[in-house]
Protein backbone atom coordinates (compact mmCIF):
# COMPACT_ATOMS: atom_id res chain seq x y z
CA UNK A 1 0.00 0.00 0.00
CA UNK A 2 1.67 3.05 -1.14
CA UNK A 3 2.07 5.99 1.20
CA UNK A 4 0.75 3.79 4.61
CA UNK A 5 3.77 4.49 7.51
CA UNK A 6 6.04 1.63 8.14
CA UNK A 7 6.58 0.25 11.89
CA UNK A 8 8.77 -2.35 13.21
CA UNK A 9 7.35 -5.26 15.50
CA UNK A 10 10.69 -6.66 16.96
CA UNK A 11 12.64 -7.29 13.72
CA UNK A 12 9.53 -7.80 11.44
CA UNK A 13 8.32 -4.61 9.74
CA UNK A 14 4.84 -3.92 9.79
CA UNK A 15 2.23 -2.53 7.00
CA UNK A 16 0.12 -0.04 8.68
CA UNK A 17 -3.23 -0.42 6.75
CA UNK A 18 -5.33 3.00 6.79
CA UNK A 19 -5.22 3.77 10.28
CA UNK A 20 -7.54 0.49 11.78
CA UNK A 21 -8.67 1.48 14.80
CA UNK A 22 -10.96 -1.29 16.88
CA UNK A 23 -12.34 -1.29 20.58
CA UNK A 24 -10.95 -4.37 22.46
CA UNK A 25 -12.53 -5.75 25.55
CA UNK A 26 -9.57 -6.65 27.92
CA UNK A 27 -7.04 -5.92 30.85
CA UNK A 28 -3.34 -6.45 31.31
CA UNK A 29 -3.84 -10.30 32.08
CA UNK A 30 -5.33 -10.75 28.92
CA UNK A 31 -8.86 -11.41 30.91
CA UNK A 32 -12.19 -9.77 28.93
CA UNK A 33 -13.26 -6.60 31.33
CA UNK A 34 -12.77 -3.03 29.91
CA UNK A 35 -13.37 -1.09 26.33
CA UNK A 36 -10.29 0.71 25.43
CA UNK A 37 -9.68 1.98 21.58
CA UNK A 38 -6.54 0.75 19.77
CA UNK A 39 -4.62 0.95 16.13
CA UNK A 40 -4.18 -2.88 14.64
CA UNK A 41 -0.56 -3.31 12.81
CA UNK A 42 -1.05 -6.44 10.19
CA UNK A 43 2.37 -7.81 9.24
CA UNK A 44 4.20 -10.67 7.23
CA UNK A 45 5.59 -12.25 10.26
CA UNK A 46 7.43 -15.30 9.18
CA UNK A 47 9.31 -15.87 13.19
CA UNK A 48 5.55 -15.76 14.56
CA UNK A 49 6.39 -17.51 18.38
CA UNK A 50 4.98 -20.65 18.51
CA UNK A 51 3.71 -19.79 22.54
CA UNK A 52 1.58 -16.68 20.81
CA UNK A 53 0.09 -18.83 17.82
CA UNK A 54 -0.80 -21.10 20.40
CA UNK A 55 -2.53 -18.45 22.85
CA UNK A 56 -4.37 -17.13 19.61
CA UNK A 57 -5.50 -20.46 18.51
CA UNK A 58 -6.97 -20.94 22.00
CA UNK A 59 -8.47 -17.68 22.14
CA UNK A 60 -10.14 -17.81 19.26
CA UNK A 61 -11.58 -21.16 19.26
CA UNK A 62 -9.99 -23.01 16.71
CA UNK A 63 -7.82 -24.93 19.65
CA UNK A 64 -10.65 -27.12 19.72
CA UNK A 65 -9.55 -28.10 16.25
CA UNK A 66 -5.78 -28.15 16.18
CA UNK A 67 -2.58 -29.93 17.80
CA UNK A 68 -2.62 -27.26 20.54
CA UNK A 69 -0.67 -29.42 22.93
CA UNK A 70 1.63 -30.90 20.48
CA UNK A 71 4.26 -27.88 20.84
CA UNK A 72 6.69 -29.61 18.04
CA UNK A 73 3.40 -29.75 15.61
CA UNK A 74 2.63 -26.55 15.70
CA UNK A 75 6.86 -25.47 15.49
CA UNK A 76 6.24 -27.52 12.17
CA UNK A 77 2.67 -26.11 10.82
CA UNK A 78 4.71 -22.21 11.79
CA UNK A 79 8.08 -23.15 10.06
CA UNK A 80 6.25 -24.86 6.67
CA UNK A 81 4.26 -21.66 6.05
CA UNK A 82 5.23 -19.75 3.73
CA UNK A 83 2.94 -16.87 4.41
CA UNK A 84 1.72 -16.09 7.77
CA UNK A 85 -0.05 -12.16 8.71
CA UNK A 86 -0.49 -10.97 12.11
CA UNK A 87 -2.35 -8.52 13.25
CA UNK A 88 -1.10 -6.49 16.42
CA UNK A 89 -2.39 -4.09 18.64
CA UNK A 90 -0.63 -0.79 18.15
CA UNK A 91 0.18 -0.28 22.42
CA UNK A 92 3.48 -1.18 23.95
CA UNK A 93 3.80 -4.96 23.56
CA UNK A 94 2.36 -5.43 20.37
CA UNK A 95 -0.03 -8.11 21.27
CA UNK A 96 -1.02 -10.49 18.92
CA UNK A 97 -5.21 -10.54 18.65
CA UNK A 98 -5.16 -12.72 15.28
CA UNK A 99 -3.32 -15.00 12.52
CA UNK A 100 -3.48 -15.60 9.04
CA UNK A 101 -1.05 -18.85 8.25
CA UNK A 102 -0.78 -19.81 4.79
CA UNK A 103 0.41 -22.00 2.31
CA UNK A 104 1.34 -20.60 -1.04
CA UNK A 105 3.40 -20.95 -4.42
CA UNK A 106 2.64 -17.03 -4.73
CA UNK A 107 2.14 -17.38 -8.16
CA UNK A 108 -1.13 -19.15 -8.19
CA UNK A 109 -2.81 -20.41 -5.39
CA UNK A 110 -2.55 -19.91 -1.56
CA UNK A 111 -3.81 -22.41 1.16
CA UNK A 112 -5.38 -20.45 4.24
CA UNK A 113 -4.87 -23.26 6.74
CA UNK A 114 -6.20 -20.43 9.57
CA UNK A 115 -7.65 -17.53 10.12
CA UNK A 116 -7.71 -17.30 14.12
CA UNK A 117 -8.77 -14.29 15.88
CA UNK A 118 -9.29 -13.99 19.66
CA UNK A 119 -12.49 -14.23 21.11
CA UNK A 120 -12.08 -10.59 23.02
CA UNK A 121 -11.40 -9.03 19.24
CA UNK A 122 -14.24 -10.89 17.10
CA UNK A 123 -16.54 -8.91 15.21
CA UNK A 124 -14.22 -5.61 15.17
CA UNK A 125 -13.05 -6.13 11.68
CA UNK A 126 -10.16 -7.97 12.47
CA UNK A 127 -10.96 -11.31 10.41
CA UNK A 128 -11.70 -9.07 7.29
CA UNK A 129 -8.20 -7.16 7.76
CA UNK A 130 -6.28 -10.67 7.83
CA UNK A 131 -7.75 -11.59 4.54
CA UNK A 132 -7.44 -8.32 3.33
CA UNK A 133 -3.78 -8.04 4.02
CA UNK A 134 -3.11 -11.55 2.67
CA UNK A 135 -4.60 -10.81 -0.74
CA UNK A 136 -2.14 -8.06 -0.85
CA UNK A 137 0.65 -9.75 0.06
CA UNK A 138 -0.65 -12.04 -2.61
CA UNK A 139 -1.43 -9.89 -5.34
CA UNK A 140 -3.99 -10.03 -7.64
CA UNK A 141 -3.34 -13.15 -9.60
CA UNK A 142 -3.31 -15.78 -6.36
CA UNK A 143 -6.13 -17.74 -5.50
CA UNK A 144 -6.89 -17.64 -2.00
CA UNK A 145 -8.50 -21.45 -0.77
CA UNK A 146 -9.34 -22.48 2.77
CA UNK A 147 -11.87 -25.09 4.05
CA UNK A 148 -13.93 -23.14 6.94
CA UNK A 149 -15.23 -24.57 9.95
CA UNK A 150 -19.31 -24.37 9.78
CA UNK A 151 -20.11 -21.85 12.23
CA UNK A 152 -17.49 -19.25 10.22
CA UNK A 153 -19.28 -19.91 6.75
CA UNK A 154 -21.40 -16.69 6.94
CA UNK A 155 -18.10 -14.77 7.82
CA UNK A 156 -16.15 -15.52 4.58
CA UNK A 157 -19.92 -15.33 2.84
CA UNK A 158 -19.97 -11.72 4.29
CA UNK A 159 -15.86 -11.32 2.90
CA UNK A 160 -16.86 -11.87 -0.17
CA UNK A 161 -15.70 -15.59 -1.19
CA UNK A 162 -17.39 -17.77 -3.02
CA UNK A 163 -18.63 -20.93 -2.06
CA UNK A 164 -16.83 -24.20 -3.85
CA UNK A 165 -19.18 -26.95 -4.24
CA UNK A 166 -16.62 -29.23 -6.05
CA UNK A 167 -13.76 -29.29 -3.21
CA UNK A 168 -12.52 -32.74 -2.35
CA UNK A 169 -9.93 -33.79 0.41
CA UNK A 170 -8.36 -36.80 2.19
CA UNK A 171 -8.46 -36.53 6.05
CA UNK A 172 -5.36 -36.79 8.26
CA UNK A 173 -5.57 -39.64 10.26
CA UNK A 174 -4.17 -37.47 13.62
Same mark, same amino acid.
Given at each position: =???????? #????? %?????? @??????? /???? /??????????? +???????? @? %????? /? #??????????????? %???? =????? %???? @?????????????????????????? +? #???????????????????????????????????????????????????????????????
Amino acid at each position: =MAGKPSVK #LGSTP %ACLLSG @VEVRLSR /VSDG /VPSMIESSRVL +YAREAGLD @V %AEFRR /V #LVESGLGAIRPVDDE %ARLR =MMLSA %ANLI @VTARLDEPGNSLVGVARCVTDFSWCC +Y #LSELAVCASAQNLGIGKGLLDEARRQLGPSVSLILASVPDAVGFYERAGMAKLPDAFWYKREY
